[in-house]
């Protein structure tokens, strides 16, 4: 098949979603489809809507492909211009932004359900984004779930050294994500200073949000854990790892996630995870299991959770070895990559629409 990508930015962003893609990419080469990518300029959200009434948007879309793969996060942009286009779309839903708590997510909500109506099927990485995008009217048989493989490190690590570093104190906690709000490190650095023991939070990120970060770190000074909490910009891959495999446990209580990769990655080197009820993360987090699920802005459980897993190491080792066998059953990018391709083959190979015969 000949495929078509189009996005905001550029494949070499370093985002779970962004990564989604270019996994997606390289999985289509590799199984002998051609794949062309159309970069789209960064736009915020209102300036992102204004490119539906620049007449010649659409031009850049305008290439030879059999079926035409959209990230949905450029939603905004592609309103009016995919009713003209001559190619099949199918969107890849990372997350709606409707299904975040904000201020304007009826709007967003009104906005994206408009966007759906115009592609042929979507691909949704877990199956909480398969119901919000149902939820917005896209039938279920146009969907597919091909969930990312979280195996950007996949260390070798065994049970004896899982268990080893249970042992170690004080308690060590690493916060994983670009720094905004939704990502909820503001919830994990109040449960830092609610919670009994001693915990080490590292927290690794891009600065996102300047504002959030500015008041995250006024909590780290008014809460007294500037000895605690450290702030490490972001890392490499390979200083990532080693930050991973000194941690004890992926601490990222989102107020909602579509799917979450970090806690795959977390898993991969052992580490249970605390993450949020809202969205995907329950797909991956089996509460009590492979790591404990707490509700959006619910510091207290988080803190409640850090200390459990301070106090009891045989825990923290039992749920560390499940954690990473969650992560070895899980599906590999192959497989998910297949599933896409099937959803794409079906989507080029159907029958174009009949128009209605109009009486004369």
């Not at 049970?159 to 042992?167: K, T, V």
């Not at 109040?190 to 009994?196: C, F, Q, T």
């Not at 909590?219 to 490490?232: Q, S």
């Amino acid at each position: 098949m000949r495929v078509g990508l189009a996005l905001y930015g550029s494949l070499a962003e370093q985002s779970g979603g962004f990564r989604y893609d270019r996994k997606l990419v390289e999985g289509l080469r590799r199984a002998g489809d051609t794949v062309e990518v159309v970069e789209l300029p960064w736009r915020t959200y209102p300036r992102g809507l204004l490119d539906n009434a620049l007449p010649d948007f659409g031009d850049r879309l305008r290439v030879d492909v059999d079926v035409m793969l959209q990230d949905e996060l450029a939603h905004p942009s592609l309103l009016l211009a995919n009713r003209d286009l001559p190619y099949p779309i199918v969107s890849i839903v990372h997350h709606l932004r409707a299904s975040e708590p904000r201020r304007l997510s009826p709007l967003y909500r009104a906005v994206e359900r408009r966007y759906l109506a115009t592609v042929d099927g979507v691909v949704c990485n877990s199956a909480a984004t398969r119901d919000a995008v149902a939820a917005l009217g896209v039938a279920r048989d146009s969907t597919v779930v091909a969930p990312p493989a979280g195996d950007r490190f996949d260390p070798a690590i065994d049970d004896a050294e899982i268990a080893s570093r249970a042992r170690n104190r004080p308690l060590g906690a690493i916060f994983v994500g670009n720094i905004e709000p939704r990502k909820g490190l503001d919830t994990l650095v109040e449960a830092v200073a609610l919670a009994d023991a001693d915990i080490e939070l590292t927290v690794v990120g891009r600065a996102v949000d300047e504002e959030h970060v500015a008041e995250v770190r006024r909590l780290v000074r008014e809460r007294g854990l500037d000895e605690r909490v450290r702030f490490t910009g972001r890392l490499s891959d390979a200083e990532l790892a080693e930050a991973l495999r000194e941690s004890h446990v992926l601490a990222v209580p989102s107020r909602y996630e579509g799917f979450g990769i970090v806690y795959l990655e977390g898993m991969s080197f052992g580490l249970p995870a605390i993450a949020s009820r809202a969205g995907g993360a329950i797909e991956t987090v089996a509460d009590g299991e492979t790591g404990v699920l707490v509700d959006p802005d619910d510091p207290v459980a988080v803190a409640r959770a850090l200390d459990e897993f301070a106090t009891d190491p045989d825990r923290l080792a039992a749920m560390g070895r499940a954690a990473r066998r969650r992560y070895e059953r899980h599906p590999s990018w192959a497989e998910s990559t297949a599933r896409v391709r099937r959803l794409l083959a079906d989507v080029a190979d159907a029958p174009d629409p009949v128009e209605p015969e109009v009486a004369t």
